[in-house]
Every structure is written in structure tokens, then in C-alpha cells.
């Protein structure tokens, strides 16, 4: 036993020794001298930008600067707020003024719109030809006579009277070649239509003041629209015109008044929707009168917002109205295709505001040409426009002869 423990002993002392001399050789070893440190930093270029196509070159040395030398901003510098001054803001751009229309004279605005009308009313006036041609003048055909002309709306007074005359003159001439019986249809529609009434439309006043036109007429007639383009008629003859828009029911009415105005250089009068027609129609006569204008046009309302009756409110804008002066003429918008309704209508304003003339719009969409004489005979006044069609100036003077013509064409 104690043989082991000392060989044990031995091997431990022996392993220790040889440990030490291995490290004490490693400490023997001596390491290079370190280089010493350099001052200067080593400045490496970034590298250049890539290019390609013709701009591909190779890199090229280029001085820079190191980070010390980059001089940096004072203190002052960084306290000064950097302000951008506002682009100007573009001046907003003025709207442009409505061109002002020129438009066509009334002279022979009638024979010019001749076409039109003979187009849509032709049914009366050859169907009159072809029933008067016939070589055996009947009672049969007599009547066919009296049936055109009670469709066309002639009336029956008239056409009573129309076919007597007619009767005793074919009975007199005998023959009958066509050109003798246009003549003759001619000649006693001519007279019919009363070619002695004086068709011009007032715009006047005896006193120092425009003369001032009121335009009466259930909506739905054309009446806005007519005093609109009457204005174009009364421009077209060198007049200066005012508009006063007295029709407050219907919401459009102002604008659709003024649009027509700005189109010629007429400036509108108007007041808020649903306001006093006759306040609005005094300060249009107001404003005529200031900027001395020659007429004044008073378009009026066809219907009110209150439960006033329609006619107490045209009996009042007229009794307004004639505070400034009096009333040259008051015209009655009647629409065409209305027939014999439309006479009833033209009664009733007749009993209130005294009509002196009369203006029938749609007259080119109607064979029913004959309301012209039907309606004069009613109220004893002269019908003096007619409306044919929705051009601008397509209302023109009416003439019994030219509008005769076109009822039953020239004779060549």
C-alpha cells in the first residue's frame, strides 16, 4: 500500500514539472514592436457615381475636404428663421360681359318667316282652293267649306259671313280659273282679318315719360318668353328698353327675363320671389324714367303665391303703374293651339285691364290659323304678333296680307 501511494506521489511532482517549464519557454518569447500610432486620419474616397452610355467614364481624383475643414454655421445664422414668401395669388378674372346681339329688323319679318307658316297652315287655305275648284259648287260641298273653317277655329259668325260672301261672288263671276279663285279666297279673308285696324304696338307716352307696354296672359302661353323677344323687336327698331319682371310666382321667371335682356343690352328690374308684382312693375317704370329709356316692359304673373284673384292683382299693377303715367298698351299672350279656349281666357282679361292687342304665340305648330280672325272678332282688338316658332326673332308684326299668302300661296 504505501508502495502505491508513493508512485502516485511521484507521477503528480513529475506532470507539475514539466507544466512549468513549458510556460516559462512561452514567457521567453518576445513580440514585435507595435508601430506607433499616426496623427492623421485616412481620408477614403466615396466612390464615384456610375454613368452609363456616353456620360461612362473612369473615375477621377478629386480634392476633398475632410470634416474639420467644412465650416459650419454660426449661431446667429441658426437662429434666423427662413421664410419663403407666398407666390402672388392669381387676380380672379373678371366674368366676361354677355356679347350683345344685334337683332334682325321687323321690317318684312313676316314675309321672311312666310315659309314657316305656310308649312303648318296650309291645310285651310288649299284645302279651301280645292273644295271652291270643284265644277259643281253644291250645298254639299258648301258645307265642307263651312267644316274647314269651323276645324281652323274661324268662328261661326265669321264663317257664316266668309261663306255668303263667298257664295254670291262665285256666283257671279262665272268661271272659275284658279288664279281668279285665290284672288277672290284672298281678297275676303284679307277683309275678314280687318286690314284697317292699326296693328302698331304703342311705345309712346304723350307725357315726358318711356311709354310702358304690360304683357298679360296665363302661364304656359308663351308670355315670358314674348316679352323677352318683343324686346328684341323694339331694339331691333333703335329703342332702349327696361324690363321689369313683375311675374313673382314662378321661380324662373326673373332669370328667363333677365337672360333675354343681357342678350340685347336691356337691363331687368326684379324683386324677390314670391313679392309684390306691383311694387316691382312701379320701380321698373321708376328706373325707366331715371335712365330716360324709351319703353318699359312690364311682363306680369299668369298665377300668384296669395288668394288674391289673379285679376284684382293685374287691376292693382296697372292702377300702380299709372301713378307714374298712363299705360300705352297692354298686350294679351294668347297661345294658338288653344283654340277656342283661348277666347274664353281673353274675355275674362278683357273685363279687368282694357286689352289693346293681341300676340299669338305657337302659331307655326297649328292648322288652326282661322283663332287670328276669331279672336279680334271677340274682343274688337287688333291681333299685332304673332309668335312662329323658338328662335329668338321669330315674333313678328302681324300683316293680314303677308299672313294671307301663306295660307293660300302666291298665284304663280
Do not use: C
Not at 275676303?188 to 284697317?196: D, I, M, Q
Not at 285691364?353 to 307655326?364: E, N, Q, S
Not at 299685332?384 to 313678328?396: F, M, Q, R, T, V
Amino acid at each position: 500500500m504505501e508502495l502505491i501511494l508513493a508512485v502516485v506521489i511521484a507521477v503528480v511532482v513529475a506532470v507539475a514539472v514539466t507544466g512549468g517549464l513549458v510556460i516559462s519557454g512561452r514567457k521567453k518569447k518576445q513580440l514585435p514592436p507595435a508601430e506607433p500610432p499616426s496623427t492623421a486620419p485616412t481620408i477614403t474616397a466615396p466612390p464615384a457615381e456610375p454613368h452609363v452610355g456616353d456620360e461612362a467614364e473612369a473615375p477621377r481624383d478629386e480634392s476633398r475636404r475632410t470634416v474639420e475643414e467644412v465650416g459650419l454655421p454660426t449661431a446667429e445664422a441658426e437662429e434666423a428663421p427662413v421664410t419663403e414668401e407666398p407666390a402672388p395669388e392669381p387676380e380672379p378674372e373678371a366674368p366676361a360681359a354677355p356679347a350683345i346681339e344685334v337683332p334682325e329688323p321687323t321690317a318684312g319679318r313676316l314675309v321672311r318667316l312666310r315659309a314657316r307658316l305656310a308649312r303648318s297652315q296650309n291645310s285651310l287655305g288649299k284645302g279651301l282652293l280645292t273644295l271652291l275648284s270643284r265644277e259643281h259648287l253644291d250645298e254639299d260641298t258648301w258645307e265642307e267649306i263651312e267644316e274647314t273653317l269651323l276645324t281652323a277655329d274661324v268662328g261661326v259668325a265669321p264663317t257664316q259671313e266668309l261663306v255668303d260672301r263667298l257664295r254670291e261672288r262665285v256666283k257671279v263671276l262665272g268661271t272659275r280659273t284658279p288664279d281668279e279663285l285665290r284672288g277672290l279666297l284672298r281678297e275676303e279673308l284679307v277683309a275678314l282679318l280687318g286690314p284697317e285696324l292699326d296693328r302698331t304696338v304703342k311705345t309712346e307716352s304723350p307725357e315726358d315719360i318711356p311709354g310702358v307696354v304690360m304683357v298679360v296672359g296665363v302661364n304656359g302661353t308663351g308670355k315670358t318668353t314674348t316679352t323677352g323677344k318683343l324686346a328684341r323687336v323694339l331694339v331691333a327698331d333703335g329703342k332702349s328698353v327696361v324690363l321689369g319682371a313683375a311675374d313673382t310666382f314662378r321661380a324662373a321667371a326673373a332669370d328667363q327675363l333677365q337672360t333675354w335682356g343681357e342678350r340685347v343690352g336691356a337691363r331687368t328690374v326684379r324683386g324677390p320671389e314670391g313679392g309684390d308684382p306691383a311694387s316691382i312693375a312701379y320701380d321698373a317704370v321708376k328706373e325707366g324714367i331715371a335712365e330716360k329709356a324709351d319703353v318699359v316692359l312690364i311682363d306680369t304673373a299668369g298665377r300668384l303665391h296669395t288668394k288674391t284673384g289673379l285679376m284684382d292683382e293685374l287691376g292693382k299693377v296697372k292702377r300702380v303703374v299709372e301713378k307714374h303715367g298712363p299705360l300705352d298698351e297692354i298686350l294679351l299672350v294668347l297661345d294658338a293651339t288653344t283654340g277656342q279656349n283661348g277666347l274664353i281666357q281673353a274675355r275674362v282679361f278683357a273685363e279687368v285691364v282694357d286689352i289693346t292687342g293681341i300676340v299669338l304665340t305657337k302659331l307655326d305648330g297649328t292648322a288652326k290659323g282661322g283663332i287670328v280672325i276669331a279672336v279680334q272678332r271677340e274682343l274688337g282688338v287688333p291681333v299685332k304678333l304673332i309668335g312662329l316658332g323658338e328662335g329668338p326673332d321669330d315674333l313678328a308684326p302681324f300683316e293680314p296680307g303677308a299672313f294671307v299668302d301663306a295660307l293660300i300661296g302666291d298665284a304663280s
